[in-house]
């Protein structure tokens, strides 16, 4: 398995969110990885009853079976809220145009193309999302232990290296070292 990268820059993500506005289904699975930090598989898990009309997403994370409660913020309400509406509330919330939940694979293609058509390079996959979060939220607040406990890391380190904030440490030290 190849590991991932977070997308960096604000700008890249908005020429993202540009190209994605077309298709509601694939804005709002974009701007949920994002803004939540949840892996795909437990954002393709949500049944519309599990959003709509609700502060709060509520799961048990498949690939640590912990329960996790994660505010739903003011971007992602109306985006929620527009996309739910005429929707029934045990379908998936993400589903193909023959009514299947969307797939893993079908998420990775909906995020690769529209990074690839964004001009992001790097290694984009659908596990890109989450470190996106991970990514912006420690630049936002510098606070590791949050994000540690919110991506249930055993380490701070773990955490930085996850979210590629050693990396961006190690080039930077480079780029200022000069003899």
């Given at each position: 398995m190849?590991?991932?990268e977070?997308?960096?820059?604000?700008?890249d993500?908005?020429?993202?969110?540009?190209l994605?506005?077309?298709?509601?289904?694939n804005?709002?699975?974009?701007?949920?990885?994002i803004?939540s930090?949840l892996?795909?598989?437990d954002?393709?898990?949500?049944?519309?009853q599990?959003v709509?009309?609700?502060k709060?997403i509520q799961?048990?994370?498949?690939k640590t079976?912990?329960f996790?409660?994660?505010p739903?913020?003011?971007k992602?309400?109306?985006?929620i809220?527009?996309?739910t509406k005429?929707k029934?509330?045990?379908s998936?919330?993400?589903?193909?145009?023959?009514?299947?939940?969307l797939?893993r694979?079908?998420a990775?293609e909906?995020?690769k193309?529209?990074c690839?058509?964004?001009?992001?390079?790097?290694?984009?996959?659908?596990?890109?999302?989450?470190?996106t979060?991970?990514?912006h939220?420690?630049k936002?607040?510098k606070?590791?232990?949050?994000?540690?406990?919110?991506?249930?890391h055993?380490?701070p380190?773990i955490?930085?290296?996850?979210?590629?904030?050693?990396?961006?440490?190690?080039?930077?030290?480079?780029e200022?070292?000069?003899?």
């Open positions: 190849t590991t991932v977070p997308i960096r820059n604000l700008s993500l908005k020429k993202v969110e540009f994605l506005e077309k298709n509601k289904r804005l709002l699975l974009f701007t949920l990885g803004n930090g892996r795909i598989s954002i393709l898990a949500l049944n519309v599990d709509k009309d609700k709060f799961i048990t994370e498949k079976g912990k996790k409660k994660i739903i913020n003011s992602l309400r109306p985006m809220f527009e996309f005429n029934s509330p045990n998936p919330l993400f589903e193909t145009v023959f009514k299947n939940r797939d694979f079908a990775y909906i995020i193309t529209a690839k058509k964004a001009g992001i390079e790097g290694k984009i996959g659908t596990h890109t999302l989450r470190k979060f991970g990514y939220h420690y936002k607040f606070d590791v232990a949050i994000l540690q406990k919110i991506f249930n055993s380490s380190s955490t930085l290296r996850y979210i590629g904030i050693e990396q961006d440490e190690i080039f930077e030290s480079y200022n070292f000069i003899l």
